[in-house]
């Protein structure tokens, strides 16, 4: 029976689903990555406070969009990215793509408490209180409970096999409802209004704020995909333990 | 844009705790996920009997 | 297949009445939540009024999200569940059937209690045929998506809670729809809308539940 291949300019890059081979281009890739996000996050920071103009509607308060709209983004992305991989996983019973799944979860949660952190920051100045009940803060608070629910599945089972399927069966879940949920979130929003409270009515974007937000939104997406390889890689160490190839690596490194 | 001094852009217009805040917690939370990469992957070195040298390589 | 569904509806009806006191504890249990809010805000007549909706459908919620747990426990724990995954029905269509009976004996009198409770609270009286049927096509709802739950943690230990963090997000949208169409009912308008929408949400998870936590049951089995 022949092997599937996907060959583009003489690469067969379905080899690439295996740990074996994946781990080492996986290694490559991360300083790439790594050197990437702090180039752009530098600019986009540079472009934030030092070109960027104050708005006369916030004041400086403002700055934090370039942090909590990019980190919105990657949470968003991110959880989309994990379902993704989720399903290739069940489609095709491939470890790799389990693995993917399960490095990436950390990492959106990290965004989207980010997000939700610098959200009160924000709100706090501009309207008054910590927490906002706006249509997006709470439905990225509800995105933060299921990556915390998807981890929390995976922890609690035992069984690696059958915690990567429970688990891709709750992400593919999740990302079904995150539409369902944020509509109805919105639509509860709209209801409740008392005062027009809403995070959408971001400041009129200067086209320099728009540039430091897109140079700080590829930081963090360069930032995100260097930690999940990084995280896949010693996923890959923890659960092919046995295989001949990582007890060579592990040999070489002592 | 420009700063008066460093004082001013430190005092950020009076918004200070708010912007230094965030960009505060997103530095410590990426130093914190940094730190914790490495930990598990040092972690998962040992396990596998790779000594001190292993932790210590390139990722 | 029509038979072999009868039958499993049959069967756990059966059991679940053999088996009062479960039954009982969990309707108990959302007697007692509800309780719990005047003895936390304080008596003032108009905020309970006011809160009464949110109140009762937070603690349907909850109550609904403890029985899952009883689904699967039991077939599991006896084999019985395997051989329904072996047998000729699909399983998605068996799964069906266990949460109808589920939802019979958990979600129906949760429904028939609720304005009894609403009383307690005050609510007026004619908004108390919108919480009745606000309940009615949202239990079922909430049965369908907590046995994604306890279908996906079969066995787990602490999965009690690990349920809950589960689940509860995805209550999100039927919460959301429901507790509001009482509160826009209270309001004077007609929360139509609302009804219409918690039909479409149960007509959606009665057709697509069943697979998914027949898929989730295969991966539990395994």
Same mark, same amino acid.
């Given at each position: 029976m022949s092997q599937p291949s996907l060959v583009i300019g003489n690469i067969?890059?379905? /080899?690439? &689903? +295996?740990p074996q081979t994946f781990f080492p281009l996986a290694g490559a890739m991360i300083p790439w990555f790594g050197w990437a996000a702090a180039a752009l996050a530098a600019a986009g920071l540079y472009v934030g406070f030092f070109v960027a103009p104050t708005d006369h509607q916030q004041g400086e308060a403002y700055r934090i969009i370039f942090i909590h709209v990019p980190a919105a983004w990657m949470s968003m992305f991110i959880y989309l990215v994990m379902a993704f991989w989720a399903g290739v996983g069940l489609a095709f019973n491939t470890r790799l793509s389990h693995m993917m799944a399960q490095a990436l979860a950390p990492t959106g949660a990290l965004m989207t408490f980010l997000a939700l952190w610098t959200g009160a920051l924000w709100g /706090? @100045?501009?309207?008054?209180?910590?927490? !906002?009940?706006?249509a997006r803060l709470t439905s990225e608070l509800i995105l933060l409970f299921l990556y915390l629910g998807f981890m929390a599945l995976q922890a609690a089972i035992d069984e690696p096999r059958r915690a990567d399927r429970a688990g891709a069966l709750l992400a593919l879940v999740g990302s079904v409802n995150v539409p369902i949920i944020y509509f109805s979130v919105q639509w509860w929003n709209t209801l409740h209004q008392? &005062? +027009? !409270? +809403?995070?959408?009515? &971001? @400041?009129?974007?200067a086209a320099t704020m728009l540039a430091g937000m897109l140079l700080m939104a590829f930081a963090f997406w360069f930032y995100s995909i260097a930690a999940s390889l990084h995280r896949v890689r010693t996923i890959i160490l923890e659960r092919e333990r046995g295989a001949d190839w990582v007890k060579e690596y592990a040999r070489g490194l002592r | 844009m420009s700063w008066g001094s460093l004082g001013e852009f430190l005092a950020m217009g009076g918004y200070a705790l708010y912007v230094w805040g965030s960009y505060a917690v997103a530095a410590g939370l990426i130093v914190v996920e940094i730190a914790m990469l490495v930990a598990r992957r040092r972690r998962a070195l040992e396990g596998l009997g790779a000594g001190r040298a292993g932790a210590g390589s390139a990722p | 297949m029509l038979e072999a569904l009868l039958c499993v509806i049959g069967r756990d009806l059966r059991l679940a009445m053999r088996r009062r006191s479960d039954v009982a504890t969990a309707l108990l249990f959302f007697v007692i939540v509800v309780t719990l809010f005047p003895l936390a805000l304080g008596p003032e007549p108009n905020l309970l009024r006011a809160i009464a909706p949110g109140v009762i459908w937070v603690a349907a919620l909850l109550a609904s999200m403890l029985s899952a747990?009883? $689904?699967f426990a039991a077939d599991y724990a006896d084999g019985t569940l395997e051989q329904m995954a072996l047998s000729a029905t699909p399983l998605g269509a068996i799964v069906a059937a266990k949460v109808a009976a589920h939802w019979l004996v958990s979600g129906l009198p949760l429904v028939a209690i609720a304005p009894v409770l609403a009383l307690q609270f005050d609510?007026?009286? =004619?908004l108390l045929g919108a919480l009745v049927l606000s309940l009615l096509l949202g239990t079922p709802v909430l049965s369908f998506i907590g046995a994604i739950g306890a279908a996906l943690t $079969?066995?787990?230990?602490? =999965?009690g809670v690990l349920t809950a963090l589960l689940v509860l997000p995805l209550y999100v949208p039927v919460l959301v729809i429901g507790a509001g169409a009482l509160d826009v009912a209270a309001a004077g308008q007609s929360s139509e809308p609302h009804f219409l929408l918690l039909a479409a949400l149960l007509v959606l998870a009665g057709a697509f539940t069943p697979w998914a936590i027949a898929a989730a049951l295969r991966i539990s089995l395994e």
């Open positions: 067969n890059w379905f /080899k690439y &689903a +295996s /706090k @100045p501009t309207w008054g209180t910590w927490w !906002v009940w706006d008392g &005062a +027009s !409270v +809403s995070l959408t009515a &971001a @400041p009129r974007m | - | 747990a009883r $689904l609510l007026d009286q =004619s $079969l066995g787990v230990r602490g =999965s």
